[in-house]
């Protein structure tokens, strides 16, 4: 009696199952994905092809095993929703009558107060999407204007890592896709948005320690050169002060790997609305966590419109 | 198919009679090819144990060895890694394998010669993976970091060894069919589809966008999985049984475990809230669950077959190895069910508990010792050295996940 046929037959079979399953259905349904719908702004689709620069880094990034240590995968568990008035319109009882069936628990008074108050005001915070829905419903007939903001919500995005989870979008034009496994560092997803100034990536990764003073990640010297200070200092020279400082009469300036890997680091930006993320971007005045920073570099256009 | 193996039913690894090649016979055939990869493996055990002793120090001295590209953390971690799958887990499997291949057929090892012509070659193509690693050339994939110029090699060299493998089991002379013998089988034909697929679609002809990360999520669930944990199996139910001088409690157990395994088994890996369509991680947690049959069906079958064998345990050395082999691959086993729900991985993901996890499996196949190859030294070599690997290993992550 002869298994070895069989269980070749058999074995394939499996085999052939989860390559079909894993393998080739993704490509099928993947493979020919096209950039989509910026929801946010129309005029340009999602995603654009990284600057060279930074797909240069991203080769870097890949030599040097960045994503041992970093993943780039936001993760979301859910979506909370919150009501903000507008604009009360003119039939201010109806609108009174309507914000006390919304929230139950509110006194006239204070109802009178939102709405005599300076727009736009808070109604319903970290809501469900049906509590949302209602509130809208009832305030709509009275004639005021109000607006459902959609919050992505999860321990990623409560780190401040990222606004929304990532899709297989934002990957679409990377060659090679380094999602990572594991955080000994922070994920990286969305560091383009988080830290956007390119002089504390290049401090950080000369020390890390400069910026961040437990950091366990490596320093980079070795994409930096130490020079001899010239007629006059270099402009690009890193500034150092205090116990970092190098020795007189020498400088720290990047080198073009160190710049490509920034402008890459840079890049990494996961907060453009599409259709499998629908997010409220956040304007200007209900903002809560956009970096204060003020030399950051020109935000790109997909990022930066107000929905 | 069921009636014909269910009357293999009592029988003891090496059963029935036959024109067979005496066990010497069959030693003296399998001696050289085998020592040369399990030498070679011990080679890469330390030279990875040294890599991970670097890697981990980094954690404490983050300016240790800074100054030089070749030795930084991104790069001396997956050097490490694939030392030790390539280098070490890979070329222990197949030297076991072959032994077992030829022992289980009673039959003399084809082509010794080409054996260790490919071994060499193996140990070429991982050498210069690992180089290549260092100087930066990596692909960026994990498992799968060797450039573009090693992963061929390492496949050329599969085939030298594993078509005299295959050819060695066409000629058994034992006409029974043991239940390592499957996993064997599975295993030997397993590595060149999931290894070719991984290297074509991710580095000589990538697919587009998070695919990439899909298909390398596949390929390793399939090497650690099926690969390292079919040949490991074999091992377990070759050697349980043997060392204990007990009959398999239960060939159908068996059988059903193999199926169930190699069903469910190729579809794990995918994590819950990857940048993926939903249905991949779902399809994969339900895969992943359904591996609780064959293990299930495996902790049965072993635990019955030991039952009663405590006492030769402490006596036994080599019993030992392979019931600590046992147990990690059950445990590894079991965490990787328990991981693939959501609420549990939502906490353990990125942290250093899915490498730990996959380091269970590997000790699993690494149990695998030398033997009756001949050489007392060399196996007590051998042993020290697996037992060394487990002594730094575990310490070093069991630290340093404390220490996250």
Redesign the interface.
Known sequence: MNHGPLIFLGVFFALTLSWFGLVFEPQLQLGNAQPTTNLVNAAQLYPQMRPGQARQGLDVYRSLGCAACHSQQIGQTGRTYDVTLTDPGTNRAEVIAALLKVRPRATATEAEKLVAGPMPQAILKDVAHVAATNAMAKLEPTGAKAEVKIIPTGPDIARGWGKRRSVAEDFLFDQPVMLGSQRIGPDLADVGSRLPVANWHLLHLYNPQIVVSKSVMPPYRFLFEKRKIGREPSPDALKLAGNFATEPGCEIVPTDEARQLVAYLLSLRADTVIFETPMTVATANVSTNTPAATNAPAAQTTNSVVK | ?IA??SSAHTVSPEPGSGPVAPPADIDASCRVPVMVLLACAAVWLVVASVFGLIASL???A??LL????WL????V??AQMNALIYGFAAQAALGIALWMIARLGRTLLVQPGYIVVGALLWNVGVKLGVFG?LI???????WL?MPGYASPILFAAYAIIGIPALLT??HRRE???YVSQ?FL??AL??FP??YS?ANL??IFF??????????D??YVN?LSQIWLGFIGLAAIFYFLPKLTARPLYSNYLAILAF?AL??SG??GG?HS?????AW?PS??TVFTVLTAIPLIAITINLNRTFTGAMAKLKKSLPLKFVVFGAVAYLLAGALAIVSAFPQFS?IT????F??ARTQLFRRCSSKTNGRRLGSPALTSLWRRLASCSTSVHFPSEAFCKGW?
């Not at chain 2, 809230?273 to 369509?277: I, Y």
């Not at chain 2, 993901?349 to 250093?352: A, D």
């Open positions: 198919m014909t193996s980094k954690f404490h983050p300016n800074a100054d030089c590209p930084t953390y991104g790069r971690q997956p690693i930066g050339d990596t692909t960026g994939y994990e970091e089991f066409h006409p029974m069919l499957w089988l599975a034909f397993w589809w999931i697929t679609l991710l990538p697919v587009r966008g998070v695919l990439q990360a899909v298909v999520w596949w399939n199926w190699a069903l190729g579809w995918i809230g990857a940048p993926v369509p991949m399809l994969s939502q993901h990125f942290t250093l899915t490498p996250r």
